[in-house]
């Protein structure tokens, strides 16, 4: 069975940061695109950043420069840093083997996605 358990998030001040992290069993993250996608209150899903099998990150342009998307295949773990956190970025974070390899927003399907980890900025 597969699955992704996120871990780290918190509250933080603006101009903050976290790392997250999302630990994957059943499956190997390095054969796989993976992404993080949020969820802010009352909004719905929104991809944030890919890292695909061979290892090219993408970001949404709200995120770019601020967060960076990446691995540690030895762990199968998945890791987003965030910096320079805004209110904005306050949502459930999660981790996800989306059906496609994501490299811009839209609306797509996550067969697999784990929990959440909720991050939230605030003065």
């Known amino acids: 069975e597969e699955q992704l358990v996120e871990s780290g998030g918190g509250s933080v001040q603006p101009g903050g940061s976290l790392r997250l992290s999302c630990a994957a069993s059943?499956?190997?993250?390095?054969?796989?695109?993976m992404s993080w996608v949020r969820q802010a209150p009352g909004k719905g899903l929104e991809w944030v950043s890919t890292?695909?099998?061979?290892?090219?990150?993408y970001y949404d342009t709200s995120v770019k420069g601020r967060f960076t998307i990446s691995r540690d295949n030895a762990k199968n773990t998945l890791y987003l840093q965030l910096d320079s956190l805004e209110i904005e970025d306050t949502a459930m974070y999660y981790c996800a083997k989306p059906a496609v390899v994501i490299t811009s927003p839209g609306s797509y399907q996550y067969p697999t996605r784990g929990q959440g980890t909720q991050v939230t900025v605030s003065s």
């Open positions: 890292i695909t099998a061979a290892g090219d990150t």
């Open positions: 059943g499956f190997r993250i390095r054969n796989y695109a």
